[in-house]
């Protein structure tokens, strides 16, 4: 019986450019619609796209001739049906690897940003290929990061790399009972509510954790632990402001009840890929059982 080749799935995200260029129809319209906003972004942008060509191009030329290959656009990660085995690489900003890897369930992420190297996009273009071998061989150095859960009672659930935010869909006040794992509880009128990771320490909650006169220690990305922060809770004779922020380690969970018409949640920032959770429903968040893969330079 034969084996199936290893599949590599490249995921990547339409430029700036090729996103005005949809919008526009042609790149005479596009100038046009450029020309009095910014001198240099119609440069900065077609530079963007080039880039972005280019580095596909290498990948493509770096997945051996036998492989099978796959490719999915930002926009179709919630229906793509990744599989056991696949390696998958993400071309484009940190933002992207954060983007798929909520839809994996222990596959090898390669991140290459084509015109700079981030915190998670750690590979060059060209350095994909060896990246890729290492990665089906065994061999590769992968760096695990914990991942953020969020269920609801009738057994929807949203993951998260990032964080997972919890609030009003229009941005209003959102209204909850807020119940956290020692059992202490509070009903709460506020702007939401965020729950991140080690790796989303370094972003959103880096910002909210400063807000906090006695903030919870943020986790490494590795870790398994969240921090939790309510934002701008508002204070009257139903709502109180006592517990606005706290950790979860290991199996503790934040508990919700919605007290709204209905509430989002959301992970990541992608708000196009949310749950809704309607009045009177539970929201539950914690350390969810996945773990990025992420594959690192040696």
């Not at 596009?30 to 077609?46: I, K, S, T, W």
């Not at 690489?89 to 369930?105: H, I, R, S, T």
């Not at 919605?258 to 990541?268: C, I, K, Q």
Request: net charge negative.
């Amino acid at each position: 019986m034969s084996t199936l080749e290893p599949r590599v799935v490249v995921v990547t995200r339409r430029s700036g450019y090729r996103e005005l260029l949809d919008r526009h129809g042609t790149p005479g319209a596009v100038a046009f619609f450029l020309r009095d906003r910014d001198p240099g972004e119609l440069a900065a942008l077609r530079a963007q796209d080039d880039a972005l060509t280019a580095a596909l191009e290498i990948v493509r030329s770096a997945v051996p001739v036998t492989w099978r290959t796959g490719r999915a656009d930002r926009s179709e990660l919630a229906a793509f049906p990744f599989a056991d085995g696949d390696v998958v690489v993400a071309v484009g900003p940190d933002g992207l690897v954060a983007n798929v890897a909520k839809y994996l369930d222990g596959q090898p992420v390669i991140g290459t940003d084509p015109q700079r190297v981030g915190v998670l996009a750690r590979h060059r273009p060209d350095g994909v290929g060896s990246a890729l071998r290492a990665a089906v061989d065994g061999s590769a150095v992968v760096e695990e990061r914990c991942t953020v859960v969020a269920e609801l009672d009738d057994g929807q659930r949203l993951l998260g790399l990032n964080e997972v935010f919890v609030g009003d869909r229009g941005h209003q006040s959102a209204r909850y009972l807020l119940r956290t794992p020692d059992g202490r509880g509070e009903q709460h009128s506020s702007s939401g509510v965020v729950v991140g990771t080690g790796t989303g320490a370094t972003g959103w909650c880096a910002s909210l954790v400063r807000a906090v006169a006695d903030p919870p220690p943020l986790p490494a990305p590795g870790a398994a632990a969240l921090a939790w922060f309510v934002r701008e809770a508002w204070p009257s004779p139903t709502t109180g402001t006592s517990l606005v922020s706290g950790r979860l380690d290991g199996g503790q969970r934040l508990e919700l009840t919605v007290g709204s018409d209905a509430l989002v949640v959301f992970s990541d920032g992608g708000e196009a890929d949310r749950l809704m959770a309607v009045r009177g429903q539970r929201i539950t968040v914690g350390v969810s059982e996945r773990r990025l893969r992420l594959v690192v330079p040696a």
